[in-house]
């Protein structure tokens, strides 16, 4: 997904789960919370091997794990 469908994503979830209560926000709130996991490449802008950058880029930040751990604080 690049990151326009990410966003494009973020924001229909938003206003499909909370666009009732937030308005506007709920979309703005979900393109949000789909562009954060992405947001890994600023740390492998250095990395000039494809194969490492995917396996970083698919790796912590893209895990169910890290997404329970960081939807706590941002709920």
Known sequence: MDSVTHVAFGAAIGEILM????GKKAMLIGAIA???PDLDVFLTMGNHDPLAYVQMHRSYSHAPFTHFFLALPLA
Do not use: A
């Open 19 to 22: 666009g009732h209560k937030l």
């Open 34 to 36: 789909c562009t954060v």
